[in-house]
C-alpha cells in the first residue's frame, strides 16, 4: 500500500506544479479536470501520511518495548502500540476504497428529471412526493436547486418536473436514484380502500459544460411560446417559454419556468446538452452492463429499481436488497441511508473486479 500512496503522492506534486503554469490557466477545460484531480488526490495524500505516521508510531512503541526497562516507558509504549494497531486496519481500508479509480463524472451537477409512469392520477402525485423528497435531501446536504420546467397533474403532483442540482459530488450521489420507483398505497381518490401500485421514472444526467457538448445551434429548431400555469400577470401573455429541438436526434427541452426568454432559453440549452452528454456516455458505457442497469429509464413498474410501501410503512431497494422499515423519514428527505448502502456495494463490486488492487 506504501508504494501505491507514493505513486499518487508523485502525481499530486505533478498537478500541484501544473495548476500555476500560465498555459494551464488559460486552458479552463485543462484547468478545472486539474483541479478537480488535486482535490481528489490531496484526500489520499493526507490519508497517506496519516497512514504512515501510524506505521511510524508502531515501529517505534515495538522499539521501545524491546529496549527499555523503564515502566513508565513501558506502559507509554504500550499505549501507542495498541492506538496505532486499533487504527491502522481500518485506515487501510478507507485508504483502498479511496484508490478505486472515481468516475469523472462524480463531481458534476445534475440535471433531475421526474416523470409521472403507470398509474394515471396516482403516479403524478408519486411523482410530487418523489419532487418534494429529493428537494428536502438537497437543502439538507446544503445544495441548490433550480426549477426548469414542469407540467402538473390533473389531481396533484406533476406528470413531469425537471430540476437542477448543484454542489459538491452531487452526480456521485444522486446517480444511484435513476431508475423506475414504485409505490403501494391507497390513492387519496380511491372509495374502497384498496392498495394500487403505481409508478414514477427518475433520470439523473450528468451537467454538460460547454466544453464537453458542443451543440451547433444550426442544428437546432428554437420555438417559443406562451408560458402555462402559476406565474403571475405575465403568463399567457408573453412568448416568454422556450422549447429547443435538436433535430439530429430528436431530443427535446424545453423551459418556462423565468420570466426572461433569454434566461429560459439558457437553461433549455443547458437540459439540452446534457442529454446529448448523457446520450454519448450511454454508448461508451453499454458494455457494462451492471451500471446501465441502474439507469433504468422506462416507465414500466417492471423495471422498478425501489418500492415504497406505504401499508407496511417500508422502504425496498431491489437492487441490493435492502428494506427500511422507516418509510416517513425516507419520503420526507431522509435518504442517506440508502445512497450510502448503494455506494458502499458499488465500491465492493469494484474492489472486486480491480482484484488485487493493493
Not at 489520499?44 to 521501545?64: C, H, S
Not at 426549477?147 to 418536473?161: H, M, R
Not at 454519448?280 to 425501489?306: C, F, M, P
Request: glycine content about 6%; aromatic content about 6%; some cysteine.
Amino acid at each position: 500500500m506504501i508504494e501505491k500512496i507514493q505513486i499518487v503522492k508523485q502525481r499530486f506534486d505533478e498537478v500541484n506544479d501544473l495548476i500555476i503554469q500560465p498555459d494551464i490557466i488559460a486552458d479552463q477545460k485543462r484547468y478545472i479536470q486539474l483541479n478537480r484531480e488535486y482535490k481528489d488526490l490531496k484526500v489520499i495524500v493526507d490519508k497517506g501520511a496519516e497512514y504512515q505516521t501510524l506505521l511510524a508510531n508502531l515501529d517505534e512503541a515495538e522499539m521501545l518495548l524491546k529496549d527499555t526497562t523503564d515502566p513508565e516507558m513501558i506502559e507509554m509504549a504500550k499505549m501507542q502500540l495498541e492506538e496505532a494497531q486499533e487504527a491502522i486496519p481500518a485506515l487501510e481500508e478507507e485508504i483502498k476504497m479511496l484508490l478505486i479509480p472515481k468516475d469523472p463524472e462524480d463531481a458534476k451537477n445534475v440535471v433531475v428529471e421526474i416523470r409521472a409512469g403507470t398509474g394515471g392520477d396516482e403516479a403524478s402525485i408519486f411523482a410530487g412526493d418523489l419532487y418534494r423528497m429529493y428537494m428536502k435531501y438537497c437543502q439538507d446536504k446544503g445544495w441548490s436547486t433550480s426549477l426548469v420546467d414542469a407540467s402538473e397533474g390533473t389531481a396533484g403532483g406533476f406528470k413531469e418536473i425537471i430540476f437542477e442540482v448543484n454542489g459538491e459530488e452531487v452526480y456521485g450521489t444522486l446517480k444511484y436514484e435513476s431508475g423506475v420507483h414504485r409505490v403501494q398505497r391507497v390513492p387519496q381518490t380511491e372509495t374502497q380502500g384498496r392498495v394500487h401500485t403505481s409508478a414514477a421514472t427518475v433520470m439523473v444526467l450528468p451537467e454538460a459544460e460547454e466544453f464537453d457538448v458542443e451543440v451547433n445551434m444550426n442544428d437546432v429548431r428554437v420555438d417559443y411560446f406562451c408560458s402555462s400555469g402559476p406565474g403571475g400577470q405575465s403568463v399567457n401573455t408573453t412568448y416568454s417559454a422556450v422549447r429547443l429541438t435538436h433535430e439530429p436526434t430528436g431530443i427535446v427541452a424545453q423551459c418556462q419556468d423565468q420570466k426572461s426568454q433569454h434566461k429560459n432559453k439558457d437553461k433549455a440549452l443547458k437540459v439540452l446538452r446534457s442529454r446529448l452528454y448523457e446520450l454519448e456516455l450511454s454508448k461508451k458505457l453499454a458494455a457494462d452492463s451492471e451500471k446501465r442497469n441502474e439507469l433504468v429509464s422506462s416507465g414500466d413498474r417492471s423495471a422498478k429499481i425501489r418500492t415504497y410501501n406505504y401499508p407496511q410503512g417500508r422502504v425496498t431497494d431491489h437492487r441490493i436488497g435492502l428494506t427500511l422499515y422507516d418509510l416517513q423519514s425516507i419520503i420526507n428527505g431522509d435518504i442517506d441511508r440508502l445512497v450510502e448502502e448503494l455506494k458502499l456495494y458499488q465500491n465492493t463490486q469494484k474492489l472486486k473486479a480491480a482484484g488485487e488492487i493493493i
